[in-house]
């Protein structure tokens, strides 16, 4: 075998080719063997040779030659002027009285600074375009199930006509499916501008390491780099369904009479709060912007109204609203059975559900009037959020105390329960005996839809996608802020994706990521944290069991 040409051959000199590479000049970037140096040195006397061992090769900084004196190399930096300069270039007349740096410490300044842009592209940007594209094949999902939906809803209606109508349903069924085959290209299209973005993104963090990672200061003063352009994200393609009016079956006009189709549509909306804005970052001193005493006996549960108002309720047979910068009590809404409650949310337009676990029920509010939406037989509801869709998830447990699971109602019609990972085995904690105050549940949806569940029978945050598959359990990470076990109670999350959970042991928040990752604790002085919401402005707000106040707290930049 020719070590000379095999795969696994060390480095050797570039002179001779045979001996192994010992030394390395850091000014020509040639490997030599011991012998060979001063070869090197004598082939080409014009220029300075810097020789170093090979393991140090590449250490030495190549300073940029002058481009006014010959020979000369740019050591300093005339900050005035911001440009290299020499020696001679500092003597002259031309930088009298500038302020000079060494180069060396502009080159660090500007290493950091682009390797700041390449911590923003690689951790903020770019997972970022992520969620974005996530959302889009969300969407797409969703709209393959609504326009299954929409067909099945046009072949009903059809099934009650005779013979003849078959053909004008099949026409309308083809521009349904005409309509959702433009709007998935549509859809396709922009996924793929994305993608494109995505890449484009990943290239320039390549670049980034390469010239961060240079020797060559004269290339790493040409590196420009992109990172505006992907600042600004691409807008949201919002796809409207077309809508199947039926008529009743009465003769005449069939096409008239059989219903109608409208047209389908998409509008464009900017990436805002509420979907992953890209450029809020946790804060180093979160603190606390207000506090609210709500005078309950104990209080748990914090919803957000709008930016000025929150829904809290506690040991009571009352809702309170509050405003937040006057801290007055504005309502109270009593339960309609009379009975405690044991959670609280708002629904995309505003309404407040409650749930009423002894009636086995879940309430919604509209114009003060209260409106029974689901009633549960053999099942006790213990947790309620809105989803994005506007569905209602629920987590509930059975009365003989031997099962537990999320459900998701469109309306008071069942559309999902999750139960059980891939093993058959439960997700959640199953309630012992008759004092189910001793177990707690409480349930939020994320940003990227999954569903999150935060557990206190096993210590721990439960989190599955939409489709109900495990991503993953949160247990915690020691030691806490008093290092006590964890004590998961209320949960939320942000326009970051990120999951808050109120720890009660510890008198903290912990904040993950969505996948699950360790950030940070928020303490802010806070005692038995409870309930938790965040409010469009990402604002968070703390139910403090004992003390019967909610703090607002700032917590990203």
């Not at 998935?184 to 299209?189: A, D, N, W």
């Not at 309630?431 to 557990?455: A, H, M, Q």
């Not at 993950?512 to 968070?540: A, H, K, M």
């Amino acid at each position: 075998m020719d070590l000379r040409t095999s795969a696994q051959d060390v480095m050797r000199c570039n002179l001779c080719e045979t001996a192994v590479a010992q030394m390395h000049c850091d000014t020509c970037l040639v490997n030599l063997c011991t012998a060979c140096v001063g070869t090197h040195f004598s082939a080409d006397l014009s220029k300075p040779h810097t020789i170093v061992d090979f393991k140090d090769r590449r250490s030495t900084p190549l300073y940029p030659g002058c481009k006014f004196h010959n020979k000369q190399q740019c050591t300093m930096y005339c900050n005035q002027c911001d440009i290299p300069v020499c020696p001679k270039c500092i003597a002259s007349d031309q930088h009298l009285g500038h302020k000079v740096s060494e180069i060396l410490q502009v080159v660090d300044e500007k290493k950091e600074n682009i390797t700041k842009e390449q911590t923003e592209l690689n951790e903020i940007i770019y997972p970022t375009y992520q969620d974005i594209a996530s959302d889009v094949q969300n969407r797409m999902s969703q709209l393959e199930k609504e326009y299954g939906d929409l067909s099945t809803a046009i072949t009903k209606h059809g099934e009650d006509w005779h013979r003849e109508i078959d053909n004008l349903v099949k026409k309308l069924k083809a521009e349904v499916d005409v309509m959702k085959n433009t709007q998935f290209q549509t859809l396709q299209k922009h996924l793929d501008e994305i993608n494109k973005t995505m890449s484009d993104i990943k290239d320039e963090i390549d670049s980034i390491y390469l010239a961060r990672d240079s020797n060559n200061i004269s290339e790493l003063f040409c590196i420009t780099t992109k990172v505006d352009r992907f600042r600004n994200l691409p807008q949201r393609i919002l796809p409207s369904l077309p809508k199947f009016t039926p008529s009743r079956i009465i003769g005449g006009e069939l096409r008239k009479m059989f219903g109608t189709l409208s047209s389908s549509s998409h509008s464009l909306d900017k990436h805002e709060a509420g979907f992953s804005t890209p450029l809020k970052q946790l804060l180093d001193e979160p603190k606390t912007v207000t506090s609210i005493d709500t005078r309950y006996t104990s209080l748990y549960n914090v919803v957000c109204l709008n930016d000025e108002k929150i829904w809290t309720s506690g040991i009571d047979r009352t809702v309170n609203l509050y405003s937040i910068n006057q801290g007055t009590k504005l309502k109270s809404i009593r339960t309609k059975s009379g009975n405690l409650l044991s959670d609280i949310a708002v629904t995309k337009s505003g309404d407040l559900v409650y749930i009423d676990s002894n009636d086995g029920t879940v309430n919604i509010v509209k114009n003060e009037k209260i409106e029974e939406v689901i009633r549960l037989l053999n099942w006790k509801p213990h947790g309620v959020c809105s989803t994005s869709s506007g569905d209602l998830l629920v987590i509930m447990y059975s009365d003989d105390f031997k099962e537990t699971k999320v459900v998701c109602f469109s309306g008071s019609t069942e559309k999902q329960t999750i139960q059980f990972d891939d093993k058959g085995k439960p997700l959640y904690s199953l309630p012992i005996d008759l004092f189910i105050g001793d177990k707690f549940w409480y349930v939020t949806e994320n940003r990227n839809l999954d569903i999150c569940v935060s557990d206190w029978g096993v210590k721990a945050v439960v989190v599955v996608n939409q489709a109900g598959k495990l991503r993953f359990k949160y247990t915690g990470l020691t030691p806490a802020t008093k290092n006590k076990p964890f004590d998961p109670r209320g949960i939320t999350t942000d326009s970051q994706s990120h999951i808050l959970i109120a720890d009660r042991n510890n008198d903290c928040v912990h904040i993950i990521e969505r996948d699950g990752q360790f950030l940070r604790y928020l303490d802010c002085g806070l005692s038995l944290p409870w309930g938790l919401c965040t409010d469009v402005n990402d604002n968070l707000f703390v139910a403090e069991i004992q003390i019967r106040q909610v703090k607002k707290i700032k917590y990203l930049k």
